[in-house]
């Protein structure tokens, strides 16, 4: 199968791959890009797991081909702090033990980076609205619940809101 | 002094690497020459082979060997626990192979395999495979797969029964029910659910040619069982010869505990291929097919009663569909881990249960989080309301009048544990029911329910409130239980604990416990930080590689609290007193006057003459002057064998609301009171009891996997099989008695379980009573819009 080129922005960095015209973009970041944080849960656009931002926006990377984000600014996870730099929301997630296994957290973090950027003081039935397109098998999203509710927090006034 | 960490909330050692994308998961893994295995599934719920073609797919691009079943060597998988364990009762069993051969007995098992370049090669060359199919007449219906008439599986398996197995005391339940003044009766479906890691299962396998020796990568719970299983069991290779390892583990809830065709074809795959390394895994539809299902009971329950609501008797009948083949411990889930804890909570004089397993035209039936506790839970615990209702009496005050009073252990129940070895008896080790239920009845407000209900039916909601008094049984397994003759698998289920303080004064300690994600790394380093006063930043715990950790069982049933915790605890004691010895020999003293305070030994009356463990453990690490006898190096490894289980207990309620119009059931307060004992880390006892309330609600209200009648899996992907989403769920109130168990040093049960244990019950009771002002005394789960809108259309006489 002829390949394709493709130039895009991931994490900061200009990267060029080529691709079948058939993958993707989950696959080329995790099989080209070598970004295994970003995780394959299911086969129906379903659990989210595989959840990045392309230019801004929260997108299931199952759902788009690698071709669709030429010329497109990509975060993964890995891109989005590493240990001593964290995120607020990455900070939050460890805090609030929201997560278990860590297989749908890098997905359920960037899910809740779009939520926040753009609703700066959720409500908890906002989050788990937002939240909705991202399995977690093991946490209930009880504990993810709260972590977005400090990321925003944080996010909002830079503390932790007292907790109620 | 280092701070004492155990029973704090301590953020889990584990989460940076997870929350960074650092995670290191099967898929993650590649390796030099890898190549890519696909699986070709049957297509058909019940057919003969006739033939295999598999020349075309042979020469498809990228294609590197195609195999079929009469390629492999092997063994069938091993069955380890038949029903009544080595008691001689007949089990029919018929054990999966790594590759059909002659017939497939449901949609998804495997018969022929594609090893390829790239994934997508090998998937594309599926395509290429030509089976001649002979199809078969399929049975998929628990119960109908007993009746006559009904399609036959296998030879051995007459009416496809694959065992009849029965506990308790059939004569005094039967006179219970002779002098009963009341008898309840019910039928009740505990459906089929998926697992549903949120990682699918896959593995990697690589032969190396110059040494002889397999190495395995899998997502597994059990690394050093398959280890043991695929060298005895299976391939027939020397144990010595296979590595097992589980990197990090997406989630598993039971159903990566097995022994499972794909391990076995991986290793065979790279052998034929010269040593390229084989990676193989799963698609999340094709894992509804080649990974275990869960549950699936159809139960006929009986409850003899005074008419004050006392029990006198239960007897309860059970048909358990274990799927096309049997998986590796599929027939012990609903017999020992089922039948032994009917009675619950309750002190009920007589019980009996008759067990009979089945085959069916389905994906097989395993351990699935709870394993037979959840099912056992929803029986007593429907029956319980049952009785409530036809008596006119609180649902809460049946429990009260039938609880075991807390004077009553350790307890012998009546369907119980009571096997013997030498006897010796595992019992129920605690329990003080009454309290947690106080408390979760205060928390959720029960005294202002019909309040509530009638507040409800203005807005057109019926309100429904409902109990689950469940108790669980952690801590698989005491061997004197396990290796009994007539329940276990005659062998010993211990755990395993390394430590070893390196001259640096750091530890690394190596468990046989395998996480799953329920934050080992962080629990026991807690443990161990607490036992030798060594701060937790100092402590790794590694696990996962039978190359280098001691041999265990792995992590399941709730074990590894109470068994693998007492295995870190002998460890560490061992560490302690072999510190002890080598400090006094550094002090001149005698060990019995040297005193341990955390990391300081020191001579009693003497307190400036001491050393801190650091320094016994570069001194003894590097030692050449040790005292006669005494050999080098901190370096300690214990086996534990927990003397009983341990039974957590709690009360969960659920208050549900369902719309009279649409039938659709909201989930708006759920309460739980739970008592795992003592808590090693709060923080993360509260998650999995979160986790675990989830996946029960997620049985009661929404998961079930559907099959047509011809075998097809209707609910057959995520966009069919409802997961529970976080929209879908409340927030939930947790709250705790500590009854500390007696059975380890710790005091502490094991909670991986017990949310999933109650919660099924307690939605189940809280959506029948909200249906019951309707005249609807029972409906079976899964409670979905239209099965509820139906039962309320019906029972109004419209046309449902």
């Not at chain 2, 997870?18 to 049957?42: E, V, W």
């Not at chain 2, 009675?343 to 249960?353: D, E, F």
């Not at chain 2, 997961?723 to 409340?730: D, F, H």
């Amino acid at each position: 199968m002829a390949e394709l080129h493709v130039a895009l922005e991931v994490n900061g960095e200009h990267r060029e791959v080529d691709v079948e015209p058939r993958t993707l973009l989950v696959s080329m970041l995790r099989e080209d890009l070598e970004l295994t944080g970003t995780h394959v849960g299911c086969d129906t656009s379903q659990c989210g797991a595989c959840t990045v931002h392309v230019d801004g926006h929260a997108v299931k990377s199952c759902t788009m081909l690698a071709v669709q984000a030429d010329g497109s600014s990509v975060t993964t996870i890995e891109g989005m702090g590493q240990p001593g730099s964290l995120h607020p929301i990455q900070q939050a997630f460890w805090d609030k033990h929201g997560l278990q296994c860590g297989f749908c957290t890098p997905g359920m973090i960037m899910a809740a980076a779009d939520l926040v950027a753009h609703n700066a003081d959720p409500t908890d039935a906002e989050i788990r609205h937002a939240i909705a397109g991202n399995i977690c098998r093991c946490t209930g999203y009880h504990n993810i619940v709260a972590a977005v509710r400090e990321a925003a927090s944080v996010l909002r006034d830079g503390a932790p809101a007292a907790t109620a | 002094m280092t701070a004492d960490v155990l029973g704090k909330p301590v953020k889990r050692v584990e989460d940076p690497r997870f929350i960074t994308g650092n995670g290191r998961y099967l898929d993650d893994i590649k390796l030099p020459a890898m190549t890519h295995m696909a699986i070709l599934r049957s297509p058909y719920a019940h057919a003969n082979i006739r033939s295999i073609d598999t020349s075309a797919a042979k020469a498809a691009p990228g294609v590197v060997a195609v195999f079929t079943g009469a390629d492999i060597p092997y063994n069938p998988l091993p069955m380890a626990w038949p029903a009544g364990g080595a008691s001689g009762i007949q089990n029919n069993i018929n054990m999966p192979r790594v590759l059909a051969t002659d017939s497939v007995k449901w949609t998804g098992e495997g018969v022929a395999a594609v090893v390829a370049e790239t994934a997508a090669q090998a998937i594309d060359a599926l395509d290429l495979i030509n089976v001649d199919w002979e199809p078969l007449p399929a049975v998929v219906d628990t119960e109908k797969a007993l009746e006559d008439g009904a399609p036959q599986l296998h030879e051995n398996a007459p009416n496809n029964r694959v065992f009849d197995w029965q506990v308790g005391d059939k004569a005094g339940t039967d006179a219970a029910f002779a002098d009963a003044e009341v008898v309840v009766s019910q039928r009740l479906v505990n459906h089929r659910l998926i697992p549903n890691p949120m990682e699918v299962r896959g593995d990697i396998g690589w032969y190396n040619p110059g040494t002889g020796e397999y190495t395995i990568w899998m997502s597994s719970q059990t690394p050093h069982i398959q280890r043991l299983l695929l060298a005895a069991f299976v391939m027939g290779v020397p144990e010595q010869k296979i590595r097992c390892i589980s990197p990090d583990v997406g989630g598993a809830f039971g159903s990566k505990i097995f022994c499972y065709a794909d391990m076995a074809l991986v290793l065979f795959a790279s052998k034929a291929n010269g040593g390229r390394p084989v990676k193989w895994v799963e698609g999340r539809r094709e894992s509804y097919g080649s990974t275990t299902h869960g549950r699936d009971h159809v139960t006929y329950v009986d409850v003899a009663a005074t008419r004050d609501g006392e029990v006198k008797g239960l007897r309860v009948r059970t048909i358990a569909n274990l799927g096309g083949r049997l998986s590796t411990i599929g027939p012990g889930v609903p017999t020992t881990l089922y039948g032994r804890i009917l009675s619950g909570p309750y002190k009920i004089p007589a019980v009996h249960c008759l067990v009979t397993g089945v085959y069916t035209n389905t994906t097989f039936v395993d351990a699935y989080r709870g394993a037979g506790r959840p099912e056992a839970t929803y029986v007593v615990e429907r029956a319980m309301d049952l009785l409530a209702d036809e008596l006119g009496i609180d649902p809460v005050d049946v429990r009260r009048r039938n609880f075991l009073p807390p004077d009553s252990f350790p307890y012998d129940n009546p369907s119980g544990l009571l096997t013997a070895v030498n006897g010796s008896k595992i019992y129920v080790d605690s329990g003080n029911y009454e309290p947690a239920m106080d408390k979760a009845l205060a928390m959720v407000g029960y005294a202002d329910m019909a309040a509530n209900k009638a507040e409800a039916k203005t807005r057109g909601k019926l309100l429904g409130v409902g109990l689950s008094t469940y108790i669980e049984v952690c801590g698989v397994a005491p061997s004197k239980w396990i290796g009994a003759v007539g329940e276990g698998w005659g062998a010993a289920m211990w755990e395993s604990s390394n430590i070893k303080v390196h001259l640096t004064g750091k530890v690394v300690v190596t468990m046989g416990t395998q996480p799953q994600g329920q934050g080992h790394e962080t629990t026991y380093a807690q443990i161990i930080s607490h036992e030798l006063g060594i701060p937790m930043d100092d402590i790794v715990v590694q696990h996962s590689d039978t190359q280098g950790t001691p041999f265990g069982y792995g992590s399941y049933g709730s074990r590894t609290s109470n068994v693998g915790t007492g295995a870190a605890l002998k460890a560490a004691a061992k560490i302690r007193e072999k510190a002890r010895r080598y400090a006094a020999h550094m002090l001149e003293a005698s060990p019995d006057d040297i005193e341990v305070d955390g990391a300081e030994y020191r001579v009693k009356g003497s307190p400036d003459k001491k050393k801190t463990i650091q320094e016994i453990a570069f001194a003894l690490d590097l030692a050449f002057d040790t005292p006669e006898g005494m050999e080098p190096y901190l370096d300690e490894t214990a086996y534990h064998d927990t003397p009983n289980c341990t039974f957590p207990f709690g009360t969960h309620i659920a208050v549900v609301e369902v719309d009279e119009e649409t039938g659709n059931v909201e989930l708006v307060r759920y309460v739980a009171v739970d008592d795992v004992g003592k808590k090693i880390n709060p923080m993360i006892v509260d998650g999995q009891l979160h986790g675990g309330i989830a996946q029960g609600i997620g049985q009661a209200l929404w998961e079930e996997a559907v099959y047509s009648d011809d075998g097809q899996l209707l609910s057959g992907s995520l966009l069919d099989y409802a997961m529970p989403r976080a929209a879908w769920l409340p927030n939930f109130e947790l709250d705790e008695t500590v009854t500390p168990s007696p059975v380890n040093a710790l005091g502490v049960k094991g909670v991986g379980e017990a949310g999933c244990i109650a919660s099924t019950a307690a939605v189940a009771n809280a959506v029948n009573d909200a249906l019951s002002p309707l005249g609807i005394r029972h409906l079976d789960m899964p409670f979905t819009a239209q099965k509820v809108w139906g039962a309320i259309e019906g029972a109004k006489g419209g046309q449902a």
